[in-house]
């Protein structure tokens, strides 16, 4: 399989970067963070995806919003290229294609994936991983790295460094009656309801975030959505009536229909990530 890929890519002058770079789009999710990933400009990145579509004729990736969703041919690709790449870099230690792989759970922000870039300083590979699954593979080795969200109990071998707080904030559709105010008291929630990520896919940040509300007297009766569907989430928030998302400002999206207000007296409300590795 890889010698074909190989004379695939001497015919079709496909180059070793555009192979790199569809990888850690699918991996990234997003054109933005793949792109700070590469430490490249995202239309220099767009355009590398444009081309090695146009060279093997099929179209990689569907585009939901921000989301880039490898196709089903797609899917088939980037097994091979992944493969191929693999095999450079072991011929290679020098090689490009030689990286470290750092798990990103759903919901993990840019702007933090950007950070976590910024403190491991060599090239990176963000990978798609549920919560439950993250520490497992970093124990075993399968991922160099993963971000995590706090707070987290760690196994023995393992170390995490905070990397990113980032103040939580009242989430809402745009003609929500309280979009109307500057800062959100928490007597303005008494009414709502409160949007949020299943509890079993990250047991520990729902359980401290249950308690933070409680602690402020507010118990919502809650709406949970798999927060790997983030465009389900937010379309959940664009037409609920009464219903609103604790998130970090660094979340929000351009003309998305939603709204961020901060709180008016809540600054320790904060969501937090580290960057855990194994202990050498």
Known sequence: MTHDLHRQLE?????????????????????????????????????????????????????????????????????????????????????????????RPPTTWDAVVSEAGRRIDVPAVAVAIEPVEQLHLVTTGRLDATIVRLPIELPDGLAAEEIAALPLGVVMRAAHPLSAKDVIE????????????????????????????AARGWYPRSLTIDAGNDTLFLDALRFGERLVALRPVAAMREDDGLCWRPFADAPELRERFALVTRRE
């Open 11 to 103: 015919r079709d002058a496909i180059t070793l970067r555009q192979l790199r770079s569809a990888v850690v789009v699918a991996d990234a999710r997003t054109l933005g963070a793949a792109a700070n990933l590469l430490g490249v400009a995202q239309p220099s990145l767009a355009q590398q995806l444009r081309r090695l579509e146009a060279a093997l004729g099929v179209e990689l990736f569907s585009v939901l919003g921000e989301e880039y969703r490898p196709t089903r041919e797609g899917q088939r690709f980037l097994l091979k290229v992944r493969t191929f790449i693999d095999v450079v870099a072991d011929m290679d230690p020098a090689s490009p294609a030689r990286h470290i792989r750092v798990g």
């Open 186 to 213: 928490w007597s303005d929630l008494a009414d709502q309801e409160l949007l949020r990520p299943e509890p079993g896919k990250d047991p520990a940040y729902s359980a401290w975030l249950a308690g933070a509300l």
